[in-house]
Each structure stands twice: as C-alpha cells, then as structure tokens.
C-alpha cells in the first residue's frame, strides 16, 4: 500500500524559508522519479519540482532560483527546501511520482495521495 507523508509546513513572512519532507512507503522509492507539486484554493494541482533517482532535477519557471528539491534514497524521503518565499506559494504542497523523458517532465501518481501540507506566505 503506497504511504506519502508531507510535513514541513507552516506560515511565514514573505521572503523566509520553509523546508518540507515527504516520507514514502510501498513503492520502489529508490526507482522513482519523484515530484513536488502545490494546489492552491480554485486552481489545478501544479508540478513545481521534479529528481530522478540520480538526483538530475527540474523545477517550473515560478520556482526556479527559490526551491531545491532533493532526496535521500537510503531513507526514502524527498525534500523541498523553499527560499524567498512570496504569497503566491501559498498552496497544499504534496509529493507523489513524476514521469522524466527527456527534457520533459509529466505529472503522474502513484494511484493515491498523501494529505499535503499547508504552506501560507503573508506578512
């Protein structure tokens, strides 16, 4: 039974630091490609950033230069380390699979969803 586990995250000023963790079970984590993706209220669940087993990443342009995704595969977790936060990145921020080919990188899942952690940025 695939298991994810987001936690990290809070409310903070804009312009601070949140680093959130994802903690999977009942997949080959070591395998996968794997994803960070955030949904705010009203909009469709977005890819912000993606690592392959190998640790190549991939990050969308309203990200990229602010977040660092990475993993440690002995303890099957995946990270997100977010800089320069602003009010836009408030959203539920969850992780699940990520298909890489290429240069292009796909949403995808592993059948479920965890429950996401809430990251709100306001002054």
């Known amino acids: 039974q695939v298991q994810l586990v987001e936690s990290g995250g809070g409310l903070v000023q804009p312009g601070g630091s949140l680093r959130l963790s994802c903690a999977a079970s009942?997949?080959?984590?070591?395998?996968?490609?794997m994803g960070w993706y955030r949904q705010a209220p009203g909009k469709q669940r977005e890819l912000v950033a993606g690592?392959?087993?190998?640790?190549?990443?991939n990050y969308a342009d309203s990200v990229k230069g602010r977040f660092t995704i990475s993993r440690d595969n002995a303890k099957n977790t995946v990270y997100l380390q977010m800089n320069s936060l602003k009010p836009e990145d408030t959203a539920g921020y969850y992780c699940n699979r990520a298909i890489n080919i290429g240069s292009t990188w796909l949403g995808a899942d592993f059948g479920s969803w965890g429950q996401g952690t809430q990251v709100t940025v306001s002054s």
């Open positions: 690592i392959t087993p190998g640790g190549s990443t």
């Open positions: 009942g997949i080959i984590f070591r395998a996968s490609d």
